[in-house]
């Protein structure tokens, strides 16, 4: 997909949440849970258009994604399996 959407919360509660009250909004709960992880990443697309920001955040999102099976399967968690 060219354009990914932006979905549910991502727009409405991070993205927004992020433009009106900026690094404090990484504090912020949403229904009780502090989802540090979506805030930060609608930090990280502020630095880009706002044509960019789908896709910048579902790329970012992949790559965190990405990143947490590589810690998970490291050879320094080989004594959890």
């Known amino acids: 997909m060219l354009r990914p ?3 549910l ?3 409405g509660v991070f993205l927004l949440g992020e433009q009106v009250r900026g690094v404090r909004s990484l504090v ?3 229904n009780g849970t ?3 992880v979506p805030r930060l990443l609608a930090l990280l697309t502020d630095i880009a258009p706002v044509r960019w920001t789908a896709s910048l955040y579902a790329i970012l999102a992949a790559v965190f994604a990405v ?3 590589a810690l998970v399967l490291s050879d320094r968690l080989n004594w959890l399996f």
Do not use: S
Request: proline share 13%; glycine share 0%; net charge negative.
């Open 9 to 11: 919360e991502d727009a």
């Open 5 to 7: 959407p932006l979905w």
């Open 34 to 36: 502090l989802l540090m």
């Open 28 to 30: 912020d709960p949403y």
């Open 67 to 69: 990143a947490c099976c």
